[in-house]
């Protein structure tokens, strides 16, 4: 068999053409024999950063003496011979050996290529993950070495799993990647010529024939299994609020079914105010605390209201992560506790599920890069055990994957449930999935879907009167976010791509699949159209690109003086800005192109409709056409309308402003609703007989004014309750009082100080939560290296790893402390021992610039005490929220921001916090502090 070389690279940072290889490893092997071993440090003739000292445990000093890598070439070359190269992530390692002219030509292998598609449902795919998932007993060190053995360890597992897969599959995955450059291509093809000699019979039951596992029967937790649907109630049937209560009494069913059940007061007076809300027909907003076991105190009347009126309650969530505690864990737990008839279902967006018929189109037609193979060999493989047709089951990295996808998911608005029946044979996991909402009680959506169906005149869900708001305090962002507009230069782009012409995209496949059905004369007309087509989508494709270098003229000179950064840059468009020199310029160039795009609108309609009769007359194979060109139409009239109403129609409605991304300089233009609360009380309050919204934080020091504004509720009723915890006891609040102001000189260092001597004091165990980006990273690089030589692992939120992988990575390490801004101050959850310190850097007042917020404040007359401050309070809430998860868990809670102490405010921050254990003192002292009530 062939010897492979495995090979690792430690270098001073990312970059070939800037950076250095600092150590270099190699392991040759054959099967699963290790042959020979190389490894050596090299000088890279530059400083080595603190952060990758920290990171590798390799100096300045460790390099003095060692070679250059030019004095090491001759070696390493005789040494991997003409072997196929293996890495992970190779392309890194072998970007910065060819640099130096080494291995040009060689096969490169990717164990991270492997894993992405043998193993589809992995959290992480990192190598120290990688190990760890297949019970490799060799750690991941970040030093050459000792990650090139995890390599190759890997790579022996990876090709015994590959060879497991059914041998229709394993065809079809080398068929596919026949025809692309990819770093998996080369093993999938030994594994087929290892399946061959040794006949292995694989483990895996079912085969990889399209349809076959696409029409798999859905497992019965999915299926509407014939059930009846549930109706809408005009008079529904109330339920006592005592009789609801009597489950959470002791003695009562959940104390008979829940271990070390605690009954809780809190919760008692929830479920009342839920059940009352419900039964007459009023809206609630309720607060509860961290501890009040919020979940059960609306699912319990919500599940028997709707069992007694065969009615729909919807639940609506912010997270994934809600909603599958919900579905997978809280829904089944009442059910069996109450032996309780209930239908529950999860419901998400179209673009969530993987659509079997265009799934079926790129395996027939194939990948035609190496990220689309990848994509595709995951998915073939992933629905050899899993038919649920769900992206949130299947690990998809980085927005590549997660574009690719998007053209495989079930995203067309012009696909009815009859014509996928009809078609696939209802094995798309949509229409399942819709199905299964239609004869629910209990139908689990997302914000995002929830304002997709109220925005649409309920198109989207099944219908309902009854709607609880869990994780209400999102409420704002998510109805802002559903109903905003963005678009850049590339996406006009792209959508021109997609038109495509005579030999491409959806004219071109137009064009192939009519030409031998209709008669001549019509297929002339037919290319005439789709010429007319082509030569105005250029045309708008040279306006577009003229106006788009108007308007960054335009953003130039509004730019002219201030300093460029790494961060994006935004210009708020408004009636003062419209009248600046140099507007009418981009205003006549964007009428130029709103006309042009009006005309080839017309054009694409006239096709489509001479579509649509070839349709009508049998010729089904064009549906997918006419799909494809109606989602294209679509966008591009949305584009036109919401660019046009930012340029010279502007509502008042609306915010609009340009924003400059520092990479690539690339513009876009962006809408988003000036107020919510109006939105809201259409939709909601005026429309549903019964709303519950719940959060733990929705007071500002007690208050729910400004929630109240904010969302249009100044009639609905409200319940605030506490925690059941003793904070007291379990939570030390530490306010630094010596440390400089943020932005004050010398803050920076005080903070990093104090970080570096607690996380020591304490073993890591840290949360640390910033406001800016910025100043994450400089405290990475500043607190990596010496807590690294304390064993201490810092974790920090940036590109790469997402915040759910990097959470995971904290809980399962030792020692780490982690640094995050703005996803990390919410929704963490780490119970326990693993996480005992917060920090609090900053106040998270929001950015004053940013438009949204900036149009925002302008509503009132005190912007800062009515807008800025409740809203930078509930964030400041939600942070310390991260803390006591669970009534045994003990910790401390340090803020490094003295406003709080300094500043008439900043009472109104720590009065808004649980009675705790409270304590000032210097930035210097938390550590002791720290260790002292942690007992370390």
């Given at each position: 068999?062939?010897?492979?070389?495995?090979?690792?690279?430690?270098?001073?940072?990312?970059?070939?053409?800037?950076?250095?290889?600092?150590?270099?490893?190699?392991?040759?092997?054959?099967?699963?024999?290790?042959?020979?071993?190389?490894?050596?440090?090299?000088?890279?003739?530059?400083?080595?950063?603190?952060?990758?000292?920290?990171?590798?445990?390799?100096?300045?000093?460790?390099?003095?003496?060692?070679?250059?890598?030019?004095?090491?070439?001759?070696?390493?070359?005789?040494?991997?011979?003409?072997?196929?190269?293996?890495?992970?992530?190779?392309?890194?390692?072998?970007?910065?050996?060819?640099?130096?002219?080494?291995?040009?030509?060689?096969?490169?292998?990717?164990?991270?290529?492997?894993?992405?598609?043998?193993?589809?449902?992995?959290?992480?795919?990192?190598?120290?993950?990688?190990?760890?998932?297949?019970?490799?007993?060799?750690?991941?060190?970040?030093?050459?070495?000792?990650?090139?053995?995890?390599?190759?360890?890997?790579?022996?597992?990876?090709?015994?799993?590959?060879?497991?897969?059914?041998?229709?599959?394993?065809?079809?995955?080398?068929?596919?990647?026949?025809?692309?450059?990819?770093?998996?291509?080369?093993?999938?093809?030994?594994?087929?010529?290892?399946?061959?000699?040794?006949?292995?019979?694989?483990?895996?039951?079912?085969?990889?024939?399209?349809?076959?596992?696409?029409?798999?029967?859905?497992?019965?937790?999915?299926?509407?299994?014939?059930?009846?649907?549930?109706?809408?109630?005009?008079?529904?049937?109330?339920?006592?609020?005592?009789?609801?209560?009597?489950?959470?009494?002791?003695?009562?069913?959940?104390?008979?079914?829940?271990?070390?059940?605690?009954?809780?007061?809190?919760?008692?007076?929830?479920?009342?105010?839920?059940?009352?809300?419900?039964?007459?027909?009023?809206?609630?907003?309720?607060?509860?605390?961290?501890?009040?076991?919020?979940?059960?105190?609306?699912?319990?009347?919500?599940?028997?209201?709707?069992?007694?009126?065969n009615t729909r309650v919807v639940v609506s969530t912010n997270t994934i992560n809600l909603q599958d505690q919900l579905i997978k864990k809280d829904i089944p737990n009442l059910k069996a506790a109450l032996n309780l008839d209930l239908r529950a279902s999860v419901m998400k967006g179209r673009s969530n599920y993987l659509c079997p018929r265009k799934l079926e189109y790129l395996r027939s037609h194939g990948a035609t890069n190496a990220n689309e193979m990848r994509v595709l060999a995951k998915i073939i493989v992933w629905q050899l055990d899993n038919i649920s047709g769900d992206r949130n089951e299947i690990n998809l990295t980085g927005p590549t994957e997660r574009e690719i996808w998007a053209r495989l998911s079930a995203e067309d608005d012009n696909c009815t449930a009859e014509t996928c029946a009809g078609r696939m044979g209802g094995s798309c996991a949509f229409y399942r999935a819709r199905q299964a909402a239609q004869s629910s009680h209990l139908l689990i959506v997302n914000h995002a879907l929830l304002l997709a169906d109220v925005s649409t005149g309920s198109k989207v869900l099944p219908e309902y009167?009854?709607?609880?708001?869990?994780?209400?305090?999102?409420?704002?962002?998510?109805?802002?976010?559903?109903?905003?507009?963005?678009?850049?230069?590339?996406?006009?782009?792209?959508?021109?791509?997609?038109?495509?012409?005579?030999?491409?995209?959806?004219?071109?496949?137009?064009?192939?699949?009519?030409?031998?059905?209709?008669?001549?004369?019509?297929?002339?007309?037919?290319?005439?159209?789709?010429?007319?087509?082509?030569?105005?989508?250029?045309?708008?494709?040279?306006?577009?690109?003229?106006?788009?270098?108007?308007?960054?003229?335009?953003?130039?000179?509004?730019?002219?003086?201030?300093?460029?950064?790494?961060?994006?840059?935004?210009?708020?468009?408004?009636?003062?800005?419209?009248?600046?020199?140099?507007?009418?310029?981009?205003?006549?160039?964007?009428?130029?192109?709103?006309?042009?795009?009006?005309?080839?609108?017309?054009?694409?309609?006239?096709?489509?409709?001479?579509?649509?009769?070839?349709?009508?007359?049998?010729?089904?194979?064009?549906?997918?056409?006419?799909?494809?060109?109606?989602?294209?139409?679509?966008?591009?009239?949305?584009?036109?309308?919401?660019?046009?109403?930012?340029?010279?129609?502007?509502?008042?409605?609306?915010?609009?402003?340009?924003?400059?991304?520092?990479?690539?300089?690339?513009?876009?233009?962006?809408?988003?609703?000036?107020?919510?609360?109006?939105?809201?009380?259409?939709?909601?309050?005026?429309?549903?007989?019964?709303?519950?919204?719940?959060?733990?934080?929705?007071?500002?020091?007690?208050?729910?004014?400004?929630?109240?504004?904010?969302?249009?509720?100044?009639?609905?009723?409200?319940?605030?309750?506490?925690?059941?915890?003793?904070?007291?006891?379990?939570?030390?609040?530490?306010?630094?009082?010596?440390?400089?102001?943020?932005?004050?000189?010398?803050?920076?260092?005080?903070?990093?100080?104090?970080?570096?001597?607690?996380?020591?004091?304490?073993?890591?165990?840290?949360?640390?939560?910033?406001?800016?980006?910025?100043?994450?990273?400089?405290?990475?690089?500043?607190?990596?290296?010496?807590?690294?030589?304390?064993?201490?692992?810092?974790?920090?939120?940036?590109?790469?790893?997402?915040?759910?992988?990097?959470?995971?990575?904290?809980?399962?390490?030792?020692?780490?402390?982690?640094?995050?801004?703005?996803?990390?101050?919410?929704?963490?959850?780490?119970?326990?021992?693993?996480?005992?310190?917060?920090?609090?850097?900053?106040?998270?007042?929001?950015?004053?610039?940013?438009?949204?917020?900036?149009?925002?404040?302008?509503?009132?007359?005190?912007?800062?005490?009515?807008?800025?401050?409740?809203?930078?309070?509930?964030?400041?809430?939600?942070?310390?929220?991260?803390?006591?998860?669970?009534?045994?868990?003990?910790?401390?809670?340090?803020?490094?921001?003295?406003?709080?102490?300094?500043?008439?405010?900043?009472?109104?921050?720590?009065?808004?916090?649980?009675?705790?254990?409270?304590?000032?003192?210097?930035?210097?002292?938390?550590?002791?502090?720290?260790?002292?009530?942690?007992?370390?």
């Open positions: 068999m062939t010897s492979i070389v495995s090979i690792d690279i430690e270098t001073t940072g990312l970059d070939e053409n800037r950076d250095a290889i600092i150590e270099i490893a190699a392991v040759k092997f054959s099967n699963r024999r290790v042959e020979n071993e190389f490894s050596t440090l090299i000088n890279p003739g530059k400083h080595i950063p603190d952060f990758i000292t920290g990171l590798t445990g390799i100096d300045d000093k460790m390099v003095r003496e060692a070679p250059r890598l030019r004095d090491i070439q001759h070696e390493l070359t005789a040494f991997v011979g003409d072997s196929p190269i293996l890495g992970h992530n190779v392309k890194f390692d072998i970007g910065f050996l060819r640099k130096a002219g080494l291995f040009p030509y060689h096969q490169t292998i990717d164990t991270y290529e492997l894993a992405a598609v043998l193993m589809p449902t992995a959290s992480r795919y990192n190598l120290g993950a990688l190990g760890q998932q297949l019970s490799i007993p060799l750690p991941a060190t970040h030093r050459a070495l000792d990650d090139a053995r995890v390599t190759q360890a890997a790579y022996v597992r990876l090709l015994d799993m590959a060879k497991e897969l059914p041998l229709e599959t394993l065809q079809e995955l080398v068929e596919l990647g026949g025809g692309v450059d990819w770093d998996a291509g080369w093993v999938f093809e030994q594994a087929l010529q290892l399946r061959a000699k040794e006949g292995i019979k694989p483990k895996r039951g079912q085969t990889s024939k399209p349809i076959e596992t696409l029409r798999a029967k859905p497992k019965s937790d999915s299926s509407p299994r014939n059930f009846p649907p549930v109706e809408r109630n005009e008079e529904p049937v109330g339920i006592d609020p005592e009789e609801a209560a009597s489950v959470l009494e002791y003695g009562g069913p959940f104390s008979q079914y829940f271990e070390a059940y605690e009954q809780r007061p809190q919760q008692v007076d929830m479920l009342k105010a839920v059940t009352q809300a419900l039964s007459n027909g009023n809206h609630l907003i309720v607060e509860a605390g961290t501890g009040v076991g919020k979940s059960f105190a609306y699912l319990v009347p919500a599940a028997l209201f709707a069992v007694q009126n009167d009854y709607v609880i708001v869990d994780e209400a305090h999102h409420m704002e962002s998510a109805v802002t976010s559903a109903l905003s507009f963005r678009m850049t230069e590339n996406d006009l782009d792209r959508m021109m791509k997609e038109l495509g012409g005579s030999s491409a995209g959806v004219l071109g496949r137009m064009l192939t699949e009519t030409h031998q059905m209709v008669k001549p004369s019509d297929f002339g007309l037919l290319q005439q159209r789709a010429k007319r087509a082509t030569d105005q989508a250029f045309r708008l494709e040279q306006l577009a690109k003229q106006f788009f270098g108007m308007l960054n003229d335009f953003i130039a000179i509004q730019r002219e003086g201030q300093p460029v950064s790494n961060y994006t840059w935004q210009f708020r468009v408004t009636p003062a800005s419209r009248s600046l020199p140099g507007w009418d310029d981009v205003e006549i160039s964007w009428s130029q192109v709103s006309e042009t795009m009006g005309l080839l609108l017309k054009s694409l309609d006239e096709i489509y409709k001479a579509l649509g009769e070839l349709y009508a007359d049998g010729h089904d194979n064009l549906e997918d056409t006419m799909g494809i060109l109606s989602s294209v139409m679509r966008r591009m009239t949305e584009a036109e309308a919401a660019s046009s109403g930012m340029i010279h129609k502007p509502s008042p409605e609306l915010i609009y402003w340009v924003e400059v991304n520092p990479r690539g300089e690339r513009l876009s233009l962006n809408a988003a609703p000036l107020r919510v609360g109006p939105l809201v009380e259409e939709h909601l309050w005026l429309k549903k007989a019964s709303v519950v919204m719940a959060s733990a934080t929705l007071t500002t020091h007690g208050e729910f004014n400004y929630l109240r504004n904010t969302l249009s509720a100044n009639e609905v009723d409200t319940l605030a309750l506490g925690s059941p915890f003793d904070y007291e006891s379990s939570t030390l609040l530490y306010v630094a009082n010596d440390i400089p102001e943020p932005n004050a000189q010398g803050y920076q260092q005080a903070l990093d100080r104090a970080l570096v001597s607690t996380a020591k004091a304490t073993g890591g165990r840290m949360l640390v939560l910033f406001t800016s980006y910025a100043s994450l990273k400089k405290t990475a690089q500043a607190i990596t290296g010496p807590l690294g030589r304390e064993d201490i692992f810092v974790f920090e939120q940036g590109e790469g790893a997402s915040p759910n992988a990097l959470l995971e990575s904290f809980k399962t390490t030792d020692r780490a402390v982690l640094l995050g801004t703005r996803s990390f101050w919410e929704g963490v959850d780490v119970p326990g021992d693993a996480l005992s310190v917060v920090v609090i850097t900053k106040l998270p007042f929001d950015v004053p610039t940013d438009p949204i917020i900036s149009a925002r404040s302008e509503l009132y007359e005190d912007s800062f005490n009515e807008y800025y401050l409740p809203e930078s309070i509930l964030k400041f809430r939600q942070g310390f929220g991260r803390l006591i998860r669970t009534a045994s868990d003990h910790g401390v809670v340090a803020i490094f921001d003295r406003r709080v102490l300094t500043k008439q405010y900043g009472r109104l921050f720590l009065e808004s916090l649980p009675q705790c254990t409270a304590r000032q003192g210097p930035s210097a002292g938390l550590a002791k502090m720290a260790g002292d009530w942690l007992g370390v």
